[in-house]
């Protein structure tokens, strides 16, 4: 007998659950609600047999269900393929009763809140997330976005979902680097928030690493803690004001990165040099110690994640962050730590220390040191 799911309450003007478990799309209809007659399924190819079988569950619950099946990770999040995505809303007679449901990574989840936000000016969404990150991270808090060639998520808007199902059983095909990749967004909860994930994942990191979890209950509760830490912060602060920002931590490089990088290095690859980059600022800016600094090059590392990267692209990273939609006119800001736990606001930087900190993290091209988790996959 399966256990029984844990349902995760996420407060605020439009209040919702993020349920976690196994085995859970029969939770599907209960999240639609009965006003739903029609529903979008968005997905990816290499999701196009699970979101058949979510088709099917849905006709024989009487609604009637459509595919919209969209490119694989970040490719997905672009103005053509949300137009696409409303081309079939709109052929299909889509009225303001009816929903999306977005089932893939953090880029489908992404996609469907923005679509399902910006069609008839927003219509139901509930999120089916199948990997690490889109669980702990991009399906909850109602954050929606698609990219443009100036950077990431720059057009989005906010749009709580109605409801996000965490099944636990996709995870147990999930590539390997697609975990780990995700697994950098539960430390950064452990960071900013909770020092109990840290020490989890210090425990024993080659439960969570090898080509299948030998320890499914540990994985299990980081993803149930990681999602209480969003669900706590998002209910205080659903628009971003600063409750909020601390879960940018380690995002402002990191988001500069995968600019840079055509969005070829996994989102959980790019914040852990992020996170890194961040302690190392907090330490020259004479606000965190050496030993926490360490902690997170060892907890990132023990868990394969880069901490390092090129040393020439410091120009190209400074001009995507200042195109960053945290930045304030000519101020970058960035989320540091002062402690595990005690994140807060480092507003306008001077350059020297912004290179200082670089420095730290900083690689010759040549080298193998901090091999990134490339590939678009399912996030």
Known sequence: MADAPTRIAVGGEHPYDVVVGHHLLGELPGLLGDRVRKV????????????????????????????????????????????????????????????????????????????????????RVVQVPTTVVGMVDAAIGGKTGINTEEGKNL??????????????????????????????????????????????????????????????????ELVERSVRVKAEVVTA?????????????????????????????????????????????????GRLDDDVVARHRRVLEALGLPTTYRADRWEQLLAAMRRDKKARGDLLRFVVLEDVGRPVRLEGPDPALLAAAYAEIAREPSSGAGVPVRGGGRH
């Open 40 to 123: 979008l399924v968005v997905h990816p190819r290499v999701l196009a047999a699970s979101a058949e079988a979510i088709r099917d569950d849905l006709e024989r619950e009487g609604y009637r269900a459509y595919l919209a099946e969209v490119p694989d990770a970040e490719d997905a999040k672009t103005a053509q393929v949300a137009a696409f995505c409303w081309h079939v809303l709109g052929q299909a007679d889509f009225t303001r009763t009816d929903a999306v449901v977005g089932l893939g990574g953090g880029a489908t989840t992404d996609l469907a809140g923005f679509v399902a936000s910006t069609w008839l000016r927003g219509i």
């Open 237 to 285: 602060d659903l628009r971003e004001a600063f409750a909020r920002e601390v879960l940018n931590y380690g995002h402002t490089l990191g988001h500069a990165i995968e600019q840079v990088e055509r969005y070829r290095w996994r989102h959980g690859a790019a914040v852990a040099v992020g996170m890194v980059f961040a302690a190392e600022l907090a330490r020259l800016a």
């Open 155 to 220: 057009v989005g808007s906010f749009w709580p979902p109605a409801g996000v199902l965490c099944d636990l059983a996709v995870l147990d095909t999930l590539p390997v680097h697609e975990r780990v990749a995700g697994l950098a967004e539960v430390v950064k909860h452990g960071f900013i928030a909770d020092e109990r994930t840290l020490e989890l994942v210090e425990s024993d990191p080659a439960a969570l690493t090898g080509p299948r979890v030998t320890d499914p209950g540990l994985l299990r």
